[in-house]
C-alpha cells in the first residue's frame, strides 16, 4: 500500500514568496495533519483536518494556512516568507480523527528553504 | 515546565547491550503516547504505541508507560547499528471538543556502536 506522499520534495524560495505544499494521506485515512520540523527540534503541529474541516491549530501566525480536498488531500500554503519558514515540512495522516488511540503516520517531508 | 521532556542525550551504547529512553509529559489527562525513529535526513517512522500503564512488547522494542508518574520509556534490547537514530516521544494532548494536538519532545540521539 502507497504510505503517505508529499510534494514537492524539496524547494528553495526568497524572503516575501509564497510557497504550496501538498500532501496525500494514505488511502482510507481521513486525517491530515501538518508539523514544522527545524534541526534539532521534535515536530510542532501546525494545523489538524479531518472531513474537510479545522479540527486543530498550532500557535504559527496566520501566514500560514491550509485546506482539506474532498478527496483528503491537503495542502498547506505559506505567505510572506521569512528566513526563520526554512524547516522540514511533515504532513501526517490517520484514519481518523487524531484522538484517543489514533496513529498518525508521516510522509517524507518537503525541505523548504528560504533565502 | 516542556509540555514532553526527553532526556538530552545523545546515548551511546554498544552493540548487543539494551538502550534505554526516557520521556516525562506534563499534562495529566493524556491518553496515547508514542516513540518514533527519525534517522538522519528522513521523516519519523512510528515504531510504538501505549495507551495503558505497563509494558508492551514488539520484537526488540518495550514501552513502559506510568501515568501517575507521567513518564513514558523506550526500551531497545539487542542494539544494532541499524537502531542508531534519533527517538522522538509524542503525546496525544487533549484540546477541547474532539480535538487533540500530537506534541512531541525534542528527541534523543542514539548511536550504536559495533
Known amino acids: 500500500d502507497a504510505g503517505v506522499t508529499q510534494s514537492p520534495t524539496h524547494l528553495i524560495k526568497t524572503r516575501g514568496q509564497h510557497v504550496t505544499l501538498r500532501c496525500s494521506p494514505i488511502s482510507g485515512h481521513k486525517s491530515v495533519s501538518w508539523y514544522q520540523q527545524v534541526l534539532g527540534q521534535g515536530p510542532q503541529f501546525i494545523f489538524q483536518?479531518?472531513?474537510?474541516?479545522?479540527?486543530g491549530r498550532g500557535n504559527f501566525p496566520d501566514r500560514f494556512s491550509a485546506r482539506q480536498f474532498p478527496n483528503y488531500s491537503s495542502e498547506l500554503n505559506v505567505n510572506a516568507l521569512l528566513l526563520g519558514d526554512s524547516a522540514l515540512y511533515l504532513c501526517?495522516?490517520?484514519?481518523?480523527?487524531?484522538?484517543?488511540?489514533?496513529?498518525?503516520?508521516f510522509g517524507p517531508g518537503t525541505r523548504l528553504t528560504v533565502l | 515546565q516542556k509540555e514532553v521532556e526527553q532526556n538530552s542525550g545523545p546515548l551511546s551504547v554498544p552493540e548487543g547491550a539494551i538502550a534505554s529512553l526516557n520521556c516525562t509529559y506534563s499534562?495529566?489527562?493524556?491518553?496515547?503516547f508514542f516513540w518514533y525513529r527519525q534517522y538522519s535526513g528522513k521523516s519519523p517512522e512510528l515504531i510504538m504505541s501505549?495507551?495503558?500503564?505497563g509494558d508492551k512488547e514488539d520484537g526488540r522494542f518495550t514501552a513502559q508507560l506510568n501515568k501517575a508518574s507521567q513518564y513514558v520509556s523506550l526500551l531497545i534490547r539487542d542494539s544494532q547499528p541499524s537502531d542508531s537514530a534519533t527517538y522522538l516521544c509524542?503525546?496525544?494532548?487533549?484540546?477541547?471538543?474532539?480535538?487533540?494536538?500530537?506534541?512531541f519532545g525534542k528527541g534523543t540521539l542514539l548511536t550504536v556502536n559495533p
Open positions: 499534562d495529566r489527562v493524556s491518553q496515547s
Open positions: 501505549i495507551y495503558s500503564n
Open positions: 483536518y479531518y472531513e474537510k474541516e479545522e479540527r
Open positions: 501526517a495522516s490517520s484514519y481518523r480523527l487524531a484522538g484517543g488511540d489514533a496513529e498518525q503516520f
Open positions: 509524542a503525546v496525544n494532548r487533549y484540546c477541547g471538543g474532539s480535538n487533540y494536538k500530537l506534541t
